[in-house]
């Protein structure tokens, strides 16, 4: 699993079949960017054979088995995923046998991918999803299960009404349960936050959670890299304190992810500087010290630099042009000269006005070799150069970067933040094992 490929025709089949056992069904679920469904219209199944536009439609494919057709060209703007899901109502999928999802060209009928299934205990999965990115549809198989049925894996994506059940060779069972909330895990520290702080922390916990349960997984361990964009043009997001609440919000990243709390962060200019590590129960003391705009530096005479807590940077050395390469750089050099038994995942925040697309395409093509994956989060609709589209430039052992961008971060909910944050961290885990990149 894990595959991620173009789609460059308009009309695709998404394909379920089986060589033996229970009856299965498929339908898909019609996603906005932040992973959820808009309304029950945005499910189509057997009972429900069409979503508005007729854009994507149930079928029957030809060797019998449950599809679904989708339009991609006819699709809403506000559709970023189409999800095709099956489950059976009789029993495990995992009693079933040869399942499989083919995507397949409509009309021409010709067979982009096939993915092998081999479920074992659960009764629902999301099999695989069509995904916009940079302007261009691309195809990933997924494979995550579910233990609670349809009616488990439709609440993951904010739908509560569940489609007709396939035909079943055993009783109809009883309405499936809501799936328990992820188990709280205790990060050292959290208990000298303030109250308020600490409340959020615990739930932004289960919401990170939450979101990797979407993507497979549970309990994954991983280094967390905070990096901070400190140009000039951020200066109006610092001073409304909008960086310091990503900070805190990224915070519950770490604290869930990293086995000891702890992460660590850059920040950037026209040179990069690392900051102290974040502790958790030091939470409100960093973000009040470290989490500053660049400065210019001083021309001509030098003036009393004013005085600084310790470990702060004199954010006069940072500067405020966008040079993204140079902590991209250091930060490879980093995780190169501290290496660890985990992967590492970077988030990286910036405003834009990228102008170092050649130097940093560089850069990141040389991580792919290395167990990082790099998540851009662009703060507002400005050029981002080649962070738009660099997960579709060839040559690369995986794609190791994932970019989006938000025009107000601060009105983006927690589980919108999260799910859009952490869609692609999982899919890099599954590809870097599979080449090696990941041992």
């Known amino acids: 699993m894990g595959a991620n490929l173009p789609v460059d025709v308009d009309r695709v089949r998404l394909e379920l079949g089986r060589a033996d056992g229970p009856a299965v069904s498929a339908a898909a679920l019609l996603l906005t960017g932040a992973g959820r469904v808009r309304s029950g219209a945005d499910l189509v199944a057997r009972d429900q054979p069409g979503a508005p536009g007729d854009a994507v439609r149930h079928v029957v494919a030809p060797d019998g088995g449950e599809a679904v057709e989708v339009d991609l060209a006819a699709l809403a703007d506000s559709t970023e995923r189409v999800a095709l899901c099956a489950w059976t109502g009789s029993g495990s999928l995992g009693r079933v046998t040869g399942l499989r999802l083919r995507l397949v060209a409509a009309g021409s009928e010709t067979v982009l991918a096939r993915f092998d299934m081999a479920p074992r205990s659960e009764t629902a999965l999301v099999a695989g999803e069509l995904y916009r990115r940079a302007g261009r549809w691309r195809f990933r198989a997924v494979g995550q299960g579910y233990d609670q049925g349809f009616s488990g894996l439709a609440a993951d994506f904010g739908l509560t009404s569940a489609p007709a059940r396939p035909a079943a060779r055993s009783p109809r069972p009883g309405p499936a349960p809501r799936p328990a909330p992820p188990a709280r895990r205790e990060t050292r520290g959290e208990e000298l936050l303030p109250a308020d702080m600490g409340e959020r922390l615990s739930l932004r916990k289960q919401q990170v959670a939450t979101s990797?349960?979407?993507?497979?997984?549970?309990?994954?361990?991983?280094?967390?890299?905070?990096?901070?964009?400190?140009?000039?043009?951020?200066?109006?997001?610092?001073?409304?304190?909008?960086?310091?609440?990503?900070?805190?919000?990224?915070?519950?990243?770490?604290?869930?992810?990293?086995?000891?709390?702890?992460?660590?962060?850059?920040?950037?200019?026209?040179?990069?500087?690392?900051?102290?590590?974040?502790?958790?129960?030091?939470?409100?003391?960093?973000?009040?010290?470290?989490?500053?705009?660049?400065?210019?530096?001083?021309?001509?005479?030098?003036?009393?630099?004013?005085?600084?807590?310790?470990?702060?940077?004199?954010?006069?050395?940072?500067?405020?042009?966008?040079?993204?390469?140079k902590v991209i750089a250091d930060v490879r050099a980093y995780v190169r000269d501290h290496p660890v038994p985990l992967p590492t995942l970077v988030l990286f925040f910036s405003d834009g006005g990228v102008y170092r697309s050649r130097e940093i395409e560089r850069e990141l093509r040389a991580a792919a070799d290395e167990p990082v994956f790099w998540q851009f989060v662009g703060l507002g609709r400005s050029h981002y150069g080649v962070l738009e589209y660099f997960d579709t430039l060839p040559g690369r052992t995986v794609d190791n970067v994932g970019f989006f961008a938000v025009d107000d971060v601060d009105r983006v909910a927690d589980p919108e933040l999260y799910d859009r944050l952490l869609s692609e961290f999982p899919l890099w885990l599954g590809a870097a094992r599979e080449a090696g990149v990941l041992r």
């Open 212 to 325: 990797l349960r979407k993507g497979g997984l549970t309990g994954v361990t991983a280094r967390v890299i905070l990096v901070l964009d400190a140009s000039g043009s951020m200066s109006g997001l610092y001073a409304k304190g909008t960086v310091a609440r990503v900070a805190e919000r990224m915070a519950a990243v770490a604290a869930l992810l990293d086995d000891d709390g702890t992460m660590q962060a850059w920040t950037f200019g026209t040179r990069p500087a690392r900051l102290p590590d974040l502790h958790i129960g030091e939470l409100p003391a960093w973000l009040r010290l470290h989490v500053r705009v660049g400065q210019l530096g001083v021309i001509g005479r030098k003036k009393r630099p004013k005085s600084r807590a310790d470990g702060q940077v004199d954010m006069r050395t940072v500067g405020i042009q966008n040079e993204e390469q």
